[in-house]
């Protein structure tokens, strides 16, 4: 009954502006929608609104969408809210939170409603309380467990008790959050105590209830470098709990002696 109120109130609203002029501005705008069971499915607010034929656009929008076990929240400086299908265009200080903590912030965002997908060319960063992203373009679904970053990534992995680890590459990387897993693609850098790793590729494993860094497994061209030594490999496998590093493939050392050290003999 409430769906069918608000659906109501919605179109009345709609066709008002449309018969007395060709758009129409609303102070406190409000809009809810509720699912089958009776449930909030979500709620959007905004300070003004722009009425058209086919969008609202929204200042100073603030919106909550409810998913089961999750609320996510969404602000930003201005959105183009579509009549038809409900999708919405964000634009200037989008921020999105999800109850865990993890948020997301750019400067716009397309938001599918039926795909539950976000979208952005534009520079993201992303936060939880085990990493910090950064890349420019993003494409996820609303939950942050599915996230594709484009390009020009920078991560930083924190580990408790221990130093950050970082993570460059040219991208994509691709999360899958619900698998404990994350992909580094093309000139991948991982920095860590035990040196910095070169490669073409980067796969993270973490355990999302521990909020740890299981290991990371480094593969094409493989390039270790610390202190004087460069080491080589076809894939590299970086331990977490034990904070080594295990070679495979060929593995080969070159050694850089300082000036008047003797080389060692092996």
Known sequence: MRSVLNIFFLVVVFLAAQRVYSQERIKDFYLSNYKEDGS????????????????VDIDKMKAKY?????????????AKLNKKNLDVFLKDNVHIENSQGAKLLTDSLNWKKEANSVKTDDWVEVTNESMQIKAKGLAADTQLKKVDFQKDVE???SQE????????????????????????NDNVVVEHTQGKMFSDKATVF?????????KIVSSGHVKIVKDDNVTFAQKATYLGNEQRIVLEG????????????????F
């Not at 909030?40 to 969008?55: L, P």
């Not at 973490?206 to 299981?214: M, P, R, T, V």
């Open 250 to 265: 060929s593995p080969r050392l070159i050694y850089f002696p300082k000036e008047g050290e003797k080389v060692p003999k």
């Open 161 to 184: 008790g221990r130093e950050s680890i970082i993570i460059t590459c040219t991208g994509p990387l691709e999360i899958e959050g619900n698998e404990g897993k994350a992909v580094f």
């Open 66 to 78: 409810y998913t089961e076990g999750d609320t996510i929240t969404v602000q930003s400086e201005k």
């Open 206 to 214: 973490f355990d999302n209830k521990e909020k740890k860094i299981l």
């Open 155 to 157: 991560a930083k992995l």
């Open 40 to 55: 909030q499915d979500w709620e959007m607010q905004g300070v003004e609104a722009t009425v058209h034929n086919e969008n």
